[in-house]
Every structure is written in structure tokens, then in C-alpha cells.
């Protein structure tokens, strides 16, 4: 049988039971990557953004990721009919002041129900409504940038006001033209986009930001274009750099054809200036030997000059007598040699006979002639051997 301490005891185990099965109606803890919407069992709505516990009192609990990221493959079509579809990601916040977070709650009542009717309508939206801005082969090449910006302004301030109107463009692959329909932005009178609607998310406080495109898969048609276009261009890269590369090559044998002709030039240029050098060379020297030729011509003149006025001072002064004694001397040495080589007859008789007046001798032939030869020699000399009178 059951007595009251027993039931006492009983009553109180269910009794803890019973609190630690509802502490997690009483309280809720919150992390700080998130923020929370109670609502109590009388319908209020109460906000907490600051982590740890807070009493819930048997209400219901709806927690919201402060930052959330969504992975999106959204389909886009541009201005020449081609799709695609973008893959990609974008990050965003949702506010955290009480008044914005109960207007979101009340609206979409979960953080899934926000972001997929909400977050991911406006930024699909905003891809596809930025693909008829340019062409399918510009998405890929020069406005791969622009599309982002479009996409990205779009998502923040508003779809674009925009106009259509049909513009004849050439098909990059086949050459042929086409009509298509190109979208423009209309602008205001500051030149700022106008727009079609409002922004969608800045009312409710959402941010986003690094919106990225990872991937724009093209249908089968736009691939094989886009490959043929890619191949075309890298075969006019490819063209053009051959061209240029044959340019430059001409350029440079061009220039080093210069080059050559220029040294060749200066070459003959020195050799000429090296002959010019050596002929002024040879001038000056030819110059310079006539000079002294004349110089020496004149000196040689002058002495002989001199010596010839000595000379006929000398002869002048004294007749000649040296020379006409060298001469006479000469001939007497003759003579005086011929008669000592003399062998035939007896030049000198061996009998003398003297005259009876007692006179001398008469001479003999041989001194008959020494003594004529002797006068003649003096005569043709002008020489007077005769002994002035009064010398001594």
C-alpha cells in the first residue's frame, strides 16, 4: 500500500519530469550568427539579436540567418533570341531593427519562405530582365562586365524603364544580316536610368552584395556560334599578329638594310676623308719639298754667285796669277817628263863648237824648241815672267 511520503516522492519526480520537459517551451537560446521573432501565446511579437538564452513562455519561435547566400541558375535570353542559363551566387543580409524584422516575419512568417519568395524572385528577375540590354556573343565578350553591373543595379534600385527598336546587324558566323531587336535604357533628363518599378528589397532593410557569375551556359546553337566566333577571332588574332610580326621583320631589315647602307657610307666617308688627309698630306709635303728645292736652287745660286765674284775679284786683283802659274807649271811638268822619257838620237850634240868672238854657244834645236814652247805657253797665259824692275 501506497502511504503519503510514497506519494510525495512520486509526485515530485513527475513533477521535475514534467519542468525539464518544458524548460524548452520556456526558454530559448539564440546564436549569434542569427536573430529571433517570438510569438507569445497571446500573439505578440518580440525581436532579440543579442546571443544567449531568452524566455519564450511557451511561444512560438522563428529564428532568421543574418547573412544568407543564394546559389541561383537563373534563365536569361538576349536582344538576338539566343538562352542561357546564369549560374551564380549572391550573398545578403536582412535587417535587425524590430520594427523591419516583425514587418518581414509578418509577411513571410520563415527565413526560407523569405528568401524563395522574396530574395530569389527579384534577383531572377533582375538577370532575365538584363538580357535583352546586349547580344548573346556581347554577354560572353565585351559587356560580360556590363551584365553584372546591370544585374546588380537592377537587384538594388528597380527593374529599368526601357524601349525597343529593331536594328540590321550581320550574323558574326554566318555574314548574313539580320534584324534584331535591340533594348535601351531610358534615361532622364540627368541622365540617370529610369525606372520601371521600385526597389523591391530596400523598403524590407535586405542588402545584398557579392553578386558573382560563375558559369552562362548557352543553348546548343549559341555554343557552336560562340565557338565558331572564337575561333574566327583567334584566327584574326592570329592573323594580325602574323602581319604585324612580318611588319616588324620588314621593319627591321629595313632598318638594319639602313643601318648597313649608313655604315657602308661612313666607311667610304673615312676612307675619303683618310685620302683627302693623306693627299692635303702629300701636298704639304710636295710643297714643302719644293720649297726647299727652290731654297736650296737659291742658295746654290747665291754661293755659286759668290764664288764666281770671288773669283773674278781674284783674277781682277792679281791677273790670274795663281791659276796661270798652276797651268804653266803643268806644262813645264810636261815637257820636263817627255824629255826625260825621250829615247831616240841625241837630243844634245857631244861637240860644241863656240864662237870665235867668245860669245856662248848657239843653242841647239831641242832648246830652240823648249824655249819657243815656253814663249808660247806665256803668251797664251799673258804670263810676264819677267822680273819688274826695282824687284827684289
Known amino acids: 500500500m501506497f502511504n503519503f511520503r510514497n506519494i510525495v516522492v512520486i509526485g515530485s519526480i513527475l513533477g521535475a519530469l514534467a519542468v525539464v520537459s518544458l524548460t524548452g517551451e520556456l526558454f530559448e537560446h539564440l546564436d549569434a550568427q542569427e536573430v529571433m521573432v517570438i510569438q507569445s501565446v497571446n500573439g505578440n511579437l518580440t525581436v532579440y539579436d543579442t546571443p544567449g538564452y ?3 513562455w511557451f511561444g512560438k519561435v522563428t529564428k532568421y540567418p543574418r ?7 537563373a534563365p536569361i535570353r538576349f536582344n538576338d533570341g539566343a538562352q542561357a542559363k546564369m549560374h551564380g551566387s549572391i550573398q545578403f543580409e536582412i535587417p535587425t531593427d524590430t520594427a523591419t524584422l516583425v514587418m518581414l516575419h509578418s509577411k513571410y512568417g520563415s527565413a526560407q519562405t523569405l528568401q524563395s519568395q522574396l530574395v530569389e524572385r527579384v534577383i531572377d528577375k533582375s538577370i532575365y ?5 546586349m547580344s548573346s556573343k556581347e554577354s560572353y565578350a565585351e559587356k560580360r562586365n556590363s551584365l553584372i553591373t546591370y544585374v546588380e543595379d537592377q537587384i538594388t534600385h528597380g527593374t529599368y524603364q526601357t524601349r525597343q527598336h529593331d536594328v540590321k546587324t550581320t550574323d558574326p558566323i554566318t555574314g548574313v544580316e539580320k534584324t534584331i531587336t535591340a533594348v535601351e535604357i531610358v534615361a532622364d533628363d540627368k541622365g540617370m536610368p529610369k525606372r520601371q518599378e521600385d526597389p523591391v528589397l530596400t523598403p524590407f532593410g535586405i542588402k545584398t552584395f557579392n553578386f558573382t557569375i560563375s558559369e552562362l551556359n548557352y543553348d546548343a546553337t549559341v555554343e557552336a556560334q560562340i565557338r565558331g566566333q572564337q575561333q574566327i577571332t583567334m584566327d584574326v588574332q592570329t592573323a594580325i599578329a602574323t602581319a604585324k610580326k612580318a611588319e616588324q621583320q620588314a621593319i627591321t631589315v629595313a632598318k638594319e638594310g639602313e643601318a648597313a647602307a649608313a655604315k657602308a657610307k661612313w666607311e667610304q666617308e673615312v676612307i675619303k676623308a683618310k685620302a683627302v688627309v693623306e693627299a692635303q698630306q702629300a701636298l704639304e709635303v710636295a710643297q714643302l719639298d719644293t720649297k726647299k728645292a727652290e731654297q736650296e736652287k737659291a742658295a746654290k745660286i747665291l754661293r755659286a754667285e759668290g764664288e764666281s765674284e770671288y773669283k773674278r775679284k781674284i783674277i781682277s786683283a792679281d791677273g790670274a796669277l795663281e791659276q796661270k802659274l798652276a797651268v804653266y807649271k803643268e806644262v813645264q811638268a810636261a815637257w820636263a817628263q817627255a ?5 831616240g838620237p841625241a837630243l844634245v850634240p857631244s861637240v860644241v863648237m863656240a864662237p870665235r868672238d867668245g860669245s856662248a854657244a848657239g843653242s841647239t834645236g831641242a832648246q830652240a824648241l823648249i824655249e819657243m814652247l815656253n814663249a808660247k805657253t806665256a803668251r797664251d797665259l799673258s804670263l810676264d815672267m819677267s822680273v819688274p824692275a826695282g824687284a827684289k
Open 339 to 343: 824629255f826625260a822619257d825621250y829615247k
Open 129 to 133: 530582365m538584363s538580357g535583352p540590354l
Open 54 to 56: 531568452h524566455p519564450q
Open 67 to 73: 547573412r544568407s547566400s543564394y546559389e541561383f541558375q
